[in-house]
């Protein structure tokens, strides 16, 4: 009798462990975040469906393998450092990580991953929540507070410089008025009279393009403005200081009756962006040149930005669009410019991106002639 109670209790202990067991494989696989364990040399031994479709994979074909291996990771740090770090500080880590799925796509995810034991065996177990549209967010609200304080300091700038150029315009005005009554004037004073008579005019075209930078970005709303108009506020922009280093910009005939549905200041600011990378690019070769160039589509208007450089090597070329990333030394680049700009962009329902085919660097933007909600 007391044989058959203990094997009943040690049945009912078996069917206790048994849906322990089942409930915590059902809590795995069906967990609101994306799971997974690996063994000690990070190969995966189990994984969730979040996981699964995380990574464009089925679990045929990730377990056994590493993430290395299946293109998750483009280098070792992962399995080489993290992991053995763990089993020496025997605690959780949480980590900031880019994962690439099987199309390419690149996912900034928020890993989170601690030492268990499974069965008696070490094992890894992995949470990864993927954070890019968070991130997309915040570097939004960065780009929309630093250009409120950009719009403000633009506005004020162009005022204080407005007046005294105004003055220096009727001063050189009565000067040249007063010269050409004199019988003999010195050469040399009428060249530089006229050099400033002439300088004058591109500086106020200079404020006026920044006045309407400023003016532009009080408005979310898009409107139809002329293609023609919107680069040639950017060259204003732009161009003394591409002209003072030798760097030659040139642009394409541009028909004036072209439109595009945008957000004026803010696709002036992407050009801005791609025209300071070019012009950092070109500065130190033997060769310095800019082109932009415009081409109507059936229903987009594309724009590129080509320079003489010799292009982007491929090693970063999936990486220079991430926020943060930047190829310059420390305190010369933030990182953001790229990433702003696609932002911006894909505001717009448009794209940018590198030409990987072109010899040259080339950037290409494509955006809808009309924004439709």
Not at 79 to 89: A, C, G, K, R, Y
Not at 119 to 126: A, C, I, K, N
Not at 335 to 351: M, P, Q, T, Y
Request: charge should be negative; hydrophobic fraction near 40%.
């Amino acid at each position: 009798m007391e044989d058959k109670e203990q094997i009943k209790i040690l049945k009912d202990r078996i069917a206790n462990l048994e849906k322990s067991l089942e409930e915590y494989r059902q809590a795995f696989q069906f967990a609101p975040v994306a799971m997974a364990m690996n063994s000690l040399d990070g190969r995966f031994v189990e994984v969730n469906k979040k996981a699964l479709r995380m990574f464009g994979l089925s679990r045929d074909e990730v377990i056994g393998h590493t993430s290395v291996e299946l293109g998750l990771n483009h280098s070792e740090n992962h399995e080489h450092q993290t992991l053995p770090h763990l089993v020496e500080d025997q605690g959780a880590k949480n980590l900031i990580k880019t994962i690439w799925t099987k199309s390419g796509k690149a996912c900034e995810v928020q890993l989170l991953i601690d030492l268990v034991k499974e069965q008696g065996e070490p094992r890894f177990v992995s949470a990864f929540l993927d954070i890019t549209e968070m991130q997309d967010a915040q570097l939004a609200l960065i780009h929309s507070s630093k250009f409120v304080a950009l719009g403000k300091i633009v506005a004020s700038i162009a005022h204080q410089i407005n007046t005294p150029l105004a003055i220096i315009s009727v001063s050189t005005t009565e000067v040249q008025e007063h010269l050409s009554q004199t019988e003999v004037m010195n050469p040399r004073v009428r060249d530089a009279i006229d050099v400033i008579s002439e300088t004058i005019p591109r500086i106020a075209r200079i404020i006026e393009s920044l006045r309407k930078f400023a003016k532009d970005g009080e408005s979310d709303r898009t409107r139809f403005y002329p293609v023609k108009d919107l680069i040639e506020a950017t060259v204003a922009i732009c161009g003394e200081r591409f002209k003072h280093h030798g760097v030659s910009l040139s642009v394409s005939n541009i028909d004036s009756k072209l439109l595009l549905d945008c957000r004026p200041n803010e696709l002036t600011q992407v050009l801005i962006n791609l025209l300071d990378n070019a012009f950092e690019a070109v500065t130190g070769l033997s060769e310095k040149w800019v082109v932009i160039d415009i081409s109507e589509k059936a229903h987009t208007i594309e724009i590129s930005v080509t320079d003489s450089g010799n292009g982007i090597a491929p090693e970063i070329r999936q990486k220079i669009m991430k926020p943060f990333f930047t190829t310059k030394p420390v305190g010369q680049g933030t990182g953001l410019g790229l990433a702003v700009s696609k932002g911006i962009v894909e505001s717009h329902k448009g794209s940018i991106s590198l030409d990987a085919q072109s010899d040259r660097t080339r950037f290409l933007i494509s955006i809808p002639k009309q924004q439709v909600s």
